[in-house]
Every structure is written in structure tokens, then in C-alpha cells.
């Protein structure tokens, strides 16, 4: 008896021991993660924003907390030159001055998308066609109907209404305006002449509004208007958009197909980081290229308190990041891209 006493006396011990060794170890685990939690706060685009959000939850098990505020890319890019904030994005890339202003900072191709161009037509159907040629004349006021002769032209077969053309555009600083004027530059002289390109410019008709989503919600509430923005929003407001004509001819949707292969026209950054992909050429290489389609950018300091975080939140979105975006219309980046990342990642430091 006296060695069975003792024997379960032993299993007590043991058990207690384990235990308390769990417990230690718990204990240990849960203080090195709330050590190891960081919080980056970053601002800027709107037309990233949908990734970005979907995001925030994975990295969170990573030991991130990311807070991002979609205040347009001119906000964004003021923001990081300020260090308000851990990272900036913009769609347009950084001007010389820009790159002097910020002082010690990078950009880094994080995503890739198309601007969409919608509309909200009562009786016009989905998807009508249009050209980057027309799409300037109704931008500079010329073309004020919708059942003008270019538009008409460009869709045989539809009944097209006379509604007057209410023309949305971004009110504030922003890298989807720069994509959707570089695009306007490209396709007409009188444009790129009078208007030009940049993220904000002296629109010569039509409303301004706040944002992508700002642009979404008046086109949805303004029978005959049409707006620009990445392709997640006029979806999200059940809006339809055209089918632009490339320079093969061909008329192509903003989504991954029409994406993917307008990145084909540069998948190698330039030193600054910068990349450039509207309106591809003619060619068999390029014929399902959509036309109005962009790398986006984030935006860092080189020396940064929080760099180890940056480098594993920007190294995680660039690979991992990436399968979050096709159900958003983000395309993946091509590898190369994803190659010049890496290295520039590297240059984030303490």
C-alpha cells in the first residue's frame, strides 16, 4: 500500500509539474505575441483600398495591425512626406519633386488593376463600346447626348436614348485620375493639350466628387452619368461598364483577363520603382489588352521605426497578398515585379 501511495504521490507530481509547465508556456506564448503585435497605419489610394481592407484580417494573425484610411493618392503621398503615417499609395507614380519632398523614400508596386469607365443608362443595356477618342469628347464637353453619332457609332444595333451625359470625375488628389488623364493624353491631342495629364487637373466640364466611391455613388444616383474608378466599385454599386476599345480594335472589360495582358507591355520597374502600362500598342502580344489599366504603389520611408514590420506586411502582400486580390479584380503581379520588390523591400531599415 505504502508503494502505491507513494507511486500515486509520483503521478501527482508529474501531472502538476506538466501542468505548470504548460501554463508557463502559454503564458510566455501570449507575452511574446503581444510583444511582437505592431500597429502600421497607412493612407492614400482609393482605387487600392478594396485589397488593402481584405487584408487586415490575415495580417492580423500575423501579428499586424493594419489601419489604412482611403483618402486618395495625393493624400496618401502628402501623408508619408509628413510621416503621419507608416505608408502612403498612390496609383500615380512619384514625380521628381515628389521624390524630394519625401526625403528617403521608396515605391514599391504592391497591386494591378483597370479603371473601369461606368454608366448608369436607364434602357442603354450593359456594356456598351466605346473608344478612348470619344470617351475625351464627352470629358471635354463636346459630346453631350448619348445617342450621338460617335457613341452610336461605336454600338450598331442599339437603341440609344437622348439623355443628357453627366460627366462624374475624382474633386479631389488622385492616382485614379492620373491613370484615367494619362489614358485621355494618349488617345487625343486635344487632351493631352488643353487638359493634360496629373492626379488632379482643371476639368473642363462635369461634377466633381470625393474619392472613388464618391464618384460611384453620384453616377448611381444620376440617370445619364458616367465615371471612372476601379473596377470593385461600380460593381459594388451594381453599375455597368463599357467594353473600351484597345489599339488592336478590340473592345475589352476591365477585368484580370484584359489586366494581365496590359501588364505585359512592362513587367520590369524602372530605378525609381515606376512602371507604365496604359494603352498598349497594336499588336498580337497585346489584343486583349484593356486600355486603361495600372500598377499601384506603396510608399515608404527607408528608415522607419516600425521596418521589420513593413518589410513582412509589404514582402506578405506582394506574395500571399496577391490571392486575395482576383475576386477584386486585382491581377497578380508578374514575377519580375515581384523580384524587384523583394529587393527593394531590403532596403527598409531601422
Known sequence: ????????????????AALLAALAVTTAGAASAKRSSVTLN????TFVAPLVDAWISPVASR??????????SGGGIAAITGRTVDFGASDAPLAPDQFSACKGCIQIPWALASTSV????????????MSGPVLAKIYLGKITKWNDPAIAKLNPGRSLP???ITVVHRSDGSGTTYNFTDYLSHVSGTWKKQVGTGTAVSWPAGVGAPHSSGVAAVVKQTPGA???AETSYPVKNHLTYFRMRN????????KLKGTLAAALLDTHPAKDGSLSIVDPPKSKKYKNAYPISTYTYVIVSKSSKNAAALRQLIGWAITKGQTYGP????QPLPAPVVTFDKKAIKKIHS
Open 1 to 16: 500500500m505504502r508503494r502505491n501511495g507513494k507511486l500515486v504521490r509520483i503521478t501527482l507530481a508529474l501531472v502538476v
Open 42 to 45: 497607412g493612407a492614400g489610394s
Open 63 to 72: 501579428g499586424i495591425t493594419l489601419n489604412y484610411s482611403a483618402i486618395g
Open 118 to 129: 461606368f454608366y448608369n443608362l436607364p434602357g442603354g443595356g450593359n456594356f456598351l463600346h
Open 162 to 164: 437622348s439623355t443628357t
Open 226 to 228: 458616367i465615371g471612372y
Open 247 to 254: 489599339r488592336d480594335g478590340n473592345y475589352v472589360l476591365p
Open 327 to 330: 475576386k477584386l479584380f486585382f
